[in-house]
Structure formats: C-alpha cells, structure tokens
C-alpha cells in the first residue's frame, strides 16, 4: 500500500529558511500552531488546501515541498518543443502544459495564448477547484451562468470552477498568460 508523501521535514526546513516560528508561520498561512507542529513531525495528512496555504505564506511552491528528498536535488528540464500542448476546439486558444504529469489530478498550470475570436470552453473541474488566471498581454472575458469578468494585462482573476466556464478573448490582439487550477 502507498503511502501519502512525507512532507514535514521539508515545510520545516523552509520555515527555518524564513526565519519563521511555528507562531509566525500560523498568523502568516492561517493554519494552527498546533496543526503546523504536526505537519512538521509528519504526524498528521494534511489536505492539499492546507500544504497551498503554508507553501504560499513560505513563498514557496508546492512541488518543492512535494518532490524533495532528503539530501537529494531535484532538477528537470524540459525543452520547448518537448512541453505539451492542448489546443481548443476553434485552434485559436493555446494551452502549454508547464505542470508535471504525476501533480495533475491536484493542480494543474499553464501558459496560454489566446488568438482573437478564440474560446476556451470548461467543463466543471469538481467539488471545491478554484482556477487563477494572470494575463501578461491583452483581454480576456471569463463567463459563468450569466457573470461575465474581462481581465486585462497585468490582472489577475481568481474562480470557483465548479461549474462549466467559457473564456473568450474578444479582442483584436493575443491575449497571453497564465493559468492555474487547482483540483
């Protein structure tokens, strides 16, 4: 049987790292002392939610919390032609798969490129997923049930995707960006 991943010694080192108390640490990621205390001596399983919210206050990212491994360095390089695409159904809205394979069923990131008249429409990613997106260059209109958002360059949005959503970029320009989900 698999095991879940240790990942206590890690959020330790890096707390350490950040000069950070287990006090400082709670105020700065909204879990508890005590939680953080059992995170750390890998005594309890904490949600995904929970490793997002302390690797955010550590400002560090989760695969390095995930992947480490004690003593040994973690480094992959992936040429351009090599990273994955998926395009959308009308080929104008074009998604490079910067995650890696094995985190997909818990978050998932990509740079985007969206033609102008180009849509992206979502299925529903489940229960609780929530999805960033941060436009480097041009706009974007997010709609679900009858909200519509526009976001421009240099913007960020943030949304539940629990329900089907549609992303179209009405504009005469390449919209570019990024996007997260997490699962």
Not at 26 to 31: F, L, N, Y
Not at 33 to 59: F, G, M, V
Not at 65 to 90: M, R, Y
Request: proline share 3%; aromatic share 6%.
């Amino acid at each position: 049987m698999e095991h879940p991943p240790k990942v206590g010694r890690e959020i330790q080192r890096l707390r350490l790292q950040n000069n950070l108390t287990l006090d400082q640490l709670a105020r700065k990621s909204g879990v508890s002392k005590s939680i953080l205390s059992q995170i750390e001596r890998d005594h309890s399983n904490p949600t995904l939610a929970t490793i997002w919210r302390i690797t955010r206050a550590l400002e560090s990212s989760l695969e390095e919390v995930f992947f480490s491994k004690d003593g040994e360095i973690f480094l992959e390089k992936i040429s351009q032609n090599a990273t994955p695409e998926v395009t959308s159904e009308d080929g104008k809205f074009r998604l490079r798969i910067l995650g890696a394979l094995n985190t997909v069923s818990s978050i998932q990131w990509y740079e985007f490129r969206a033609k102008p008249g180009a849509v992206l429409d979502s299925e529903a990613h489940g229960s609780g997923s929530l999805e960033s997106i941060t436009l480097c260059s041009g706009n974007l209109i997010i709609k679900i049930d009858n909200q519509k958002q526009s976001i421009s360059a240099g913007e960020t949005i943030r949304f539940k995707t629990e329900k089907s959503h549609l992303l179209k970029n009405e504009s005469g320009s390449i919209a570019h960006g990024f996007m997260v989900n997490l699962l």
